[in-house]
Structure formats: C-alpha cells, structure tokens
C-alpha cells in the first residue's frame, strides 16, 4: 500500500525550498572550511530570495 502525502506550496514558499536546497548544494560544492560554507550558503539564500522577490515584484504590472 502507497501512502501519498498531498500538500500545496504557494508560490513563496516553492521559491524559498527551491533557493535553500540550490544554496546548501553551491556550500558544499564551492567551499572547503565549514565556516566559509555556511556564509555562502546564506549569501546565496539571501542573494536567490532577493532577485526572486525582484523579478517578482517587476513582473506585477504585466500581470493585470
């Protein structure tokens, strides 16, 4: 028997799983020191939600 677990996401929080899991994968992929990734792992959160939010909040008027 396959249980499936269904749950929704909005558009935000599709978003911020998608920029913590690409950051996490860049961290170990870049650096060396556990210090240095976790720094580029939340620059890179930080970096991908700001631009998402942007191109969001650019795109707006287009959409009406």
Avoid at 21 to 30: E, N, Q, R, T
Avoid at 35 to 64: C, D, H, Q, T
Wanted: no cysteine.
């Amino acid at each position: 028997m396959i249980l499936a677990i269904a749950f929704t996401l909005s558009h935000f929080q599709s978003m911020t799983l998608f920029a913590l899991l690409i950051s996490v994968a860049f961290g170990f992929l870049s650096r060396r020191r556990t210090n240095e990734r976790v720094k580029y792992i939340i620059w890179s959160l930080f970096l991908f939600l700001l631009i998402g939010v942007g191109i969001g909040w650019a795109m707006y008027p287009f959409s009406r």
